[in-house]
Nanobody, 124 residues
Framework: QVQLVESGGGLVQAGGSLRLSCVASGRTFSSHYMGWFRQAPGKEREFVARINWRGTNTDYVDSVKGRFTISRDSAKSTVFLQMNNLKPEDTAIYHC?????????????????WGQGTQVTVSS
């Protein structure tokens, strides 16, 4: 059974930092893109960041560029999201996701495995 389990969320003041982790189990994700999405109250889920299977290529939504960094430790089947200079508008539930194997994800339909999420709250 495939599981993605996030951790590292919490309450932080604006300008602070958090590091999210996502541990994958149940299969090998060495050929899968991994990513982070977030959903704020009353809003649709949005893409935040993704990383390719080798960890050599990353993409970010414009609003987090220069502040967030995605990375992965394939040996430990873990993906990280380092979040610096957090803003109140970053408040959301953050979900880890894995795309179909060997596929460059072009839309949310290509992300097939999801974690339950971890809450990030940024106070002003």
């Amino acid at each position: 059974q495939v599981q993605l389990v996030e951790s590292g969320g919490g309450l932080v003041q604006a300008g602070g930092s958090l590091r999210l982790s996502c541990v994958a189990s149940g299969r090998t994700f060495s050929s899968h893109y991994m990513g982070w999405f977030r959903q704020a109250p009353g809003k649709e889920r949005e893409f935040v960041a993704r990383i390719n299977w080798r960890g050599t290529n990353t993409d970010y939504v414009d609003s987090v560029k220069g502040r967030f960094t995605i990375s992965r430790d394939s040996a430990k089947s873990t993906v990280f999201l380092q979040m610096n200079n957090l803003k109140p508008e970053d408040t959301a539930i953050y979900h880890c996701a894995a795309a179909r194997g060997g596929v460059i994800p072009l839309g949310q339909q290509d992300w097939v495995y999801w974690g339950q999420g971890t809450q990030v709250t940024v106070s002003s």
